[in-house]
């Protein structure tokens, strides 16, 4: 948690400090995802404003690229590196990356693993004893490490599914003269610790799957 705490400190004090400076082609985020996606030969994908900060992500249900407002309209490094990630997912979507796929494809899984999984620790909780009469201990752990596996799975093909659209958007923005040296660097860097959340995220899942695995062990010992 702490480490989870302090990787995303690290990262919004990059988008900050990259947020302050201006790109050198002043364009806004908004002006850099149309141009990626064009680019890409996309035109059924609408580049949109969200509420909210650092929210921005790629919809493939409706095919919206959500940019939040800083983004949307910023002219700046971080603004530029994030749309152009977010346009990276589209991009995928269109090309049917693989991981993107599959990660997709397991929405509706991981989605109802956190949701058993809640409901179990809510009940272990508040009603332990309940539990524990109504439901042998082993079922309950098995249960547990099955949605946690599920999760695990979704957290580590996420990985692949994020550092792929980091590189498109890194080449593009280079390729096409967007971000000069310097700030191509800058741009860098903030997807990089933008990275480092899911690399936290899936690290925890691996760590809390594993836990679970040594509670079933030990019981049996």
Known sequence: MLLSLAVGYRFKSKFSKYAEIT?????????????????????????????????????PLNKTVNLSRDVY?????????????????????????????????MVPVQNASSKIMNIIIMV????????????PYEIVIYTLIACQSVITVFALVTLPVEFDASNRALAWLTTNGIVLKKEETMAKDALKWAAMT?????????TTLLYYITLLLGRRD
């Open 23 to 59: 790109l050198t082609q002043n364009l806004s985020g908004a002006e850099i995802a149309e141009q990626m996606l064009r680019s890409n030969g996309i035109y059924d994908v609408e580049v949109i404003t969200t509420e909210g900060q650092l929210t921005d992500h790629y919809n």
């Open 73 to 105: 309209y910023g002219r700046n490094v971080s603004a530029a590196a994030v749309a152009a990630h977010e346009c990276g997912h589209a991009i995928q979507h269109a090309v049917a990356y693989p991981y993107l796929k599959f990660r997709s494809a």
């Open 124 to 135: 272990m909780m508040f009603g332990g004893i309940f539990i524990a009469k109504s439901f």
């Open 198 to 206: 899911y690399v936290i995220s899936a690290l925890a899942a691996v």
